[in-house]
Structure formats: C-alpha cells, structure tokens
C-alpha cells in the first residue's frame, strides 16, 4: 500500500469511525502531510523502525520541531500503523522493532495571577456580552475554548446550574455554575424563551448573531488581556489552568478537578497539584520572612 493511499485511509477513518474532534484532526492532517512529504513514494512495508528514528531526528533537527510536537507527529503514525498491523496490511508495527522515545522538558501550567484574573474581569465588564460571558465560564467552569464555542442551549440546565459539555473523543461531562450570579448572566444573555426559537442554537454568538467561533473567544480573552494592561500574552487556557489551580488549592479533592476539566487520566489532572505546591511554597517562605523580619 502506497504512503498516499495509506493516510488517506487512516485519516478518513479518524473522522468516520473514531469521530474525533476538528481539531484533533486538524492536527492529524499535519502530521500526516509532514509523512508523506518525508517518504514520498514508498509503501507501509518499507517503513522500518530505523527509518523512523532517522525521521524522528529528522523533525528534531532540520525542521527544528518542538519536542511535544514532534512527539505528536509520531504518535499519530503510531496509531496508523498499529490499526494496519490489524487488519493484516503489514507484518507488525515498525514501532514494535526501535525504542522510540522523545523526551519533553516538563513545564509546569500557566496561570493567571489574582490581580490578572481580576484585571480580565474588571474589563469584562465594559466588554461586549459575549465577551463578558465568555470570560466568566472560562474562569468558574474550566471548560475548553472549543468546548465553549460548541455548547449549546440544550445543554445548559439553569434550574440545576448545570451545563453538559461534550469534550475530547466525544466524552460527556458536567460541570456546575458556581453562583447564581453566572445562571443570571446566561439566562438574561439568552433571553425570554418564547424568543430563543429565533436565535441559532449555540449559546454564543458574534455581531453578526451568528455563533461564535472558538478563534473569536480566543481573540475576546486577548483584547480582554490588553484592555487590562497585562504584560505577558493571555489565552483562555491559561484561564482553565488557573480555574483547575484555584480549585485544588481551595482542598477541592483531585479525582473531582479530573472530572471537572475531562481528563481521561487522573496523571493529566496531577501537574497542578506541582503548581499548588508551588503557591504552597512561596507561602511558606513569605511567612517564614515575616517571621524574621518581625523577630529581627
């Protein structure tokens, strides 16, 4: 089977039977076009593991990679050529043959300081509905940007301050409003009932009154950021590593962030506790300091 046919395939079977995300399929189609530009013209049965690790330096080195994104390209021809090993196309994986590991410095999650946090909000404000609510679920829900653009009124519950969020692999959660302040703030945004059969399904919408794009909340946050005066560049991720921190170091019980946020696994949800112990730490040693300075 030709490299071409091969990814064709595999992508064509990430959208219709795995139904994963845009995005992640986004991402799959670079890492496949990056594929085949590399082996341009071979088949599956000539990708031997060595070839792999020379490939594998090939994106570290020439194209100058990232390593998380490098370790991204691999996997994903890692799935592809786990799923062709069992349908019998080849052999075994080539993966199976190379200890093919990349390395990724550990790098701990960004978040929003208090006078941050409080910086977005006091401009939210002044903001556009849409950006005002945008900000607040993204700082009391920790939802995903993209998951935020995809919500839609069905599934917000605003007698049980509620909200059914469909995330990554098409896995369903809830999450709660916090106050009745943000039940309030959807329920005037969304308006009368008798009027929401004229309006588009999608709980956000642009200027246009068309639903917004996860690339128009992104730009929200960013404008929100700027109005504010802060130094360094805000994205509403930062906004939900900061909600799952917050939360954590509030004693909110690690199993119910990994609920929260929609990890699959309990280690994704672990790196904030890195950060918690950190604010923990600074903690410690300014009060330890005052401890000094009022001894002294």
């Known amino acids: 089977m030709k490299i071409e046919t091969m990814c064709a395939n595999f992508r064509d079977y990430c959208e219709r039977e795995r139904h994963l995300a845009t995005n992640t399929l ?3 189609d670079q890492d496949l ?12 049965a000539e990708i031997t593991g060595d070839a792999l690790v020379a490939y594998s330096r090939y994106l570290l080195s020439e194209r100058g990679l990232a390593p998380a994104t490098a370790k991204r390209r691999l996997a994903c021809l890692k799935a592809m ?10 052999p075994a994986t080539p993966f199976a043959s190379v200890d093919l590991r990349i390395r ?12 941050e946090m409080k910086g977005i909000l006091k401009e939210a404000q002044n903001a556009s509905p849409t950006a005002r609510l945008t900000a607040a679920l993204l700082l009391s829900t920790g939802v995903r940007v993209s998951e935020l653009a995809a919500l839609r009124l069905q599934d917000i519950d605003l007698d049980q301050r509620s909200i059914r969020i469909v995330g990554k692999g098409n896995r369903e959660r809830q999450v709660f409003l916090p106050n009745d302040g943000i039940a309030l703030a959807i329920e005037k945004y969304i308006g009368a009932p008798e009027s929401r059969a004229a309006r588009p399904d999608k709980l956000l919408l642009n200027t246009r009154q068309q639903p917004a794009s996860p690339a128009s909340l992104r730009l929200y946050i960013k404008t929100l950021a700027e109005k504010a005066g802060l130094a360094r560049r805000i994205t509403p991720h930062m906004l939900r590593h900061t909600t799952a921190t917050t939360l954590l170091e509030a004693g909110v019980d690690i199993r119910f962030v990994q609920r929260l946020l929609g990890h699959q696994s309990i280690a994704t949800t672990q790196i904030y506790t890195h950060v918690s112990d950190r604010a923990l730490k600074a903690a410690i040693v300014r009060a330890n300091v005052c401890c000094l300075e009022e001894a002294a």
């Open 26 to 28: 986004a991402a799959y």
């Open 33 to 44: 076009a990056e594929f085949r530009r590399y082996f341009e013209g071979r088949c599956a």
């Open 81 to 90: 050529f786990s799923r062709l090993a069992r349908q019998g196309e080849i």
């Open 104 to 115: 990724i410095p550990g790098r701990l999650p960004r978040c929003l300081t208090a006078a």
